[in-house]
């Protein structure tokens, strides 16, 4: 059985706060609902949990004669025994719920005027009658509002008494009484510890944290919160103790430490996005920021972004910074949604980290050199159209350059950029199109 219902409660708005205590000792969940009150008994003793309750009402005076109590397995059958059995206590056995209404007039289930008045003047009287109709008789002349009745006569009562129950977020603390921490390292080690227990029950949940905070019990019985916050949900410890690092530098801690509590304050479910910073073929996310955690743990800064100058030149207009994981993969997503929303194919030009040098061969339109074909490391290629040239001077010194790019199809249908220094009359292939 799964409802206790009571009728008649003295409180009839809401419990008193002295009741709540006790009756959450008995039970997991109560709730006052105007003139009811409900009692959650699902995976308890019925009968014994239901003494139980009636007794903490006697004892704060909330129980007389004229409360009457429903025990059963659907909420309507509990508030119909509740509200209209005789017997002050009345058990519904498991499965009867409908035959135990069946007796009960339509009354019982508090129809509206109208439809209560239409029932009466088809002959539908009790509950019985109106559960033996089948569904199209009763939607056809009865409409949505007899539908609901109909259900509620066959005990078939899909209300949400109780909501779910919230899970309690993972947290983990540790303590020492003996001495006091002060240096920074020292914390981290103990961080790690309980982010490891935190990150196994998010794995085993199958989530992810998005935002912790990290309480520290200082000596002088202060406390002292700092929340930290990722840019997507992760359970990796490697990933959390990254952001730690970074932000224990910054804490001033008024005293020493004596103890650490992490504490979850927000999840997500992890997903299984692909894990584009690498390759399209990548099994999942979380796996590529755990490989890019790794091998930045291992090499140090090796992710980097671009910071652009206004300087003519592409290959010196970038500068390459450093970039944590977590940036990176940002990006990534930001990238990926970006194309996805796009719609449309577009060619991305596609820069040599150093521009190759080539072997050239040319011939003269309106006094310029133009590319006919060109040669590198993986062969030759025939030009069939070249666009350009664009030229581009400046600088001072040792510092100067002229340059003449063109934009070239060549025979496969790719799309090349070839430069020619004209300084030194060498050709260059800078990048490509895809």
């Not at 809401?14 to 959650?40: K, N």
């Not at 949990?49 to 004892?59: D, G």
Request: charged share 25%; with cysteine; glycine share 8%.
């Amino acid at each position: 059985m799964s409802f206790l219902c009571l009728h008649n409660v003295a409180w009839l708005a809401s419990l008193p706060a002295t009741l709540h205590a006790p009756l959450l000792t008995i039970v997991p969940r109560v709730l006052s609902d105007g003139d009811l009150v409900w009692a959650d008994l699902r995976g308890l003793p019925a009968r014994e949990t239901t003494e139980r309750v009636r007794n903490a009402f006697t004892a704060h005076n909330a129980l007389s004669s004229s409360v009457k109590c429903g025990v059963a397995s659907t909420a309507i059958a509990a508030e119909v025994a509740a509200r209209h059995s005789p017997q002050s206590v009345t058990y519904v056995r498991t499965g009867y719920d409908r035959d135990f209404l069946a007796p009960f007039p339509v009354s019982v289930l508090t129809p509206e005027r109208k439809l209560a008045n239409l029932l009466d003047g088809t002959g539908v009287e009790l509950c019985r009658d109106l559960a033996r109709l089948s569904r199209e008789e009763v939607e056809v002349r009865f409409g949505s509002e007899g539908m609901k009745l109909w259900r509620f006569a066959r005990a078939d009562d899909g209300r949400r008494i109780f909501g779910s129950m919230p899970r309690a977020l993972p947290e983990a603390s540790l303590e020492w009484t003996d001495y006091a921490i002060r240096r920074a390292e020292r914390l981290v080690f103990v961080i790690n510890a309980l982010f490891g227990n935190v990150c196994e029950a998010l794995k085993s949940r199958g989530e992810g944290a998005l935002a912790v905070t990290i309480s520290f019990a200082l000596a002088d019985r202060t406390t002292l919160e700092h929340p930290i916050r990722a840019a997507r949900a992760t359970a990796g410890q490697t990933a959390w103790m990254r952001l730690v690092r970074l932000e224990i530098e910054r804490i001033v801690f008024p005293d020493a430490v004596a103890g650490i509590t992490l504490r979850v304050d927000s999840v997500s479910g992890t997903g299984g996005r692909q894990g584009d910073v690498f390759d399209r073929g990548f099994g999942s996310e979380s796996a590529a920021e755990e490989a890019l955690g790794q091998l930045m743990d291992d090499q140090g800064s090796v992710a980097v972004e671009p910071e652009n100058s206004a300087h003519p030149l592409l290959d010196r207009r970038t500068a390459w910074t450093s970039v944590s994981a977590t940036r990176v993969m940002e990006r990534a997503h930001a990238y990926a949604a970006a194309l996805s929303r796009s719609g449309e194919p577009a060619l991305t030009l596609q820069l040599l980290p150093e521009p190759q040098r080539i072997a050239v061969a040319t011939f003269k339109r309106r006094g310029d050199e133009i590319p006919r074909t060109y040669r590198d490391a993986a062969g030759t290629y025939d030009i069939v159209e070249a666009a350009g040239p664009d030229c581009v001077s400046g600088g001072r010194w040792d510092d100067a350059y002229a340059r003449d790019y063109f934009r070239c199809v060549v025979d496969s249908g790719g799309l090349v950029w070839l430069y020619r220094d004209k300084r030194s009359g060498t050709w260059y292939l800078h990048g490509w199109w895809d």
